[in-house]
């Protein structure tokens, strides 16, 4: 972690009445020389890994800012010089380098969300499940029920949801099914992601440059 300059960040000790305090993460203060030394341990190490982690962040969020800055320049003159655009109606492009070596993607992804219509859908497979009974797989019950679930934010399965549209069947009901499913679909926003690339020659793969932590 040396080559990356870290955040100086509180230590999160107070002296009260000449007395050394840390926060009991609950809004009081318990005096230093209760605290387990693997909790301090614990401690220290968090705060050092979170030291690195703010400036990265924040080194993060001014590249993707500056990144739009430069695609947006680019694109003004482009509309200004050459009267001419880039990118689908959704906002989709691709710039390359001359040399092909190194690419740039922005692409515009919907945020889907689910109307009532869902509840339809449910009860539909469900009628499929319970009339199949012996003829229905336990994988096929499983995908059904999982995919309704809600999770603890009270959102559904969007992945499950979609695999569900995949499962052919020639009860209408289920056909109906997955009709409602579409017809709970709700546009409720986009979002934009960038993702840069680079490949050692013409012919060799592209390879991904990593800016997500979890992917590095």
């Known amino acids: 972690m040396s080559e990356f300059t870290p955040l100086s960040i509180p230590d999160g000790r107070r002296e009260i009445d000449g007395n050394i305090y840390m926060g009991d ?5 318990q005096p230093l020389e209760t605290i387990k ?29 500056h990144t739009f ?10 509309a200004q010089e050459y009267d001419a655009k ?3 109606k959704k906002g989709n492009k691709t710039l390359m380098s001359v040399d092909q070596l ?4 922005v692409r515009v992804s919907d945020r889907i969300d689910f109307g009532p219509e869902l509840q339809t859908a449910k009860q539909l497979f469900d ?14 019950r499983g995908l059904v029920a999982d995919a309704f679930n809600t999770d603890k934010q009270g959102q559904i399965n969007r992945a499950l949801i979609f695999m569900l549209l995949r499962r052919d069947s020639t ?3 289920w056909k109906r099914g997955q009709d409602a499913i579409r017809d709970a679909m709700r546009t409720v926003g986009s979002k934009t992601y960038v993702r ?8 060799a793969p592209w390879e991904p440059i990593t800016i997500d932590l979890a992917k590095v």
Request: proline content about 4%; aromatic content about 10%.
């Open 86 to 88: 880039i990118g689908g």
């Open 69 to 78: 800055d430069d695609i947006g320049a680019f694109e003004a003159i482009l």
């Open 171 to 173: 009860d209408p009901r």
């Open 127 to 140: 009628e499929c499940l319970n009339e199949w009974s012996a003829e229905a797989r336990a994988e096929l």
């Open 196 to 203: 840069c690339w680079h490949r050692a020659a013409h012919d």
């Open 37 to 65: 030394p693997q909790h301090m341990l614990e401690d220290e190490t968090v705060r050092k890994i979170v030291s690195y982690g703010l400036p990265l962040s924040d080194q993060v969020k001014r590249f993707k800012a």
């Open 25 to 29: 993460g609950r809004g009081g203060w």
């Open 102 to 105: 190194y690419k740039v993607e």
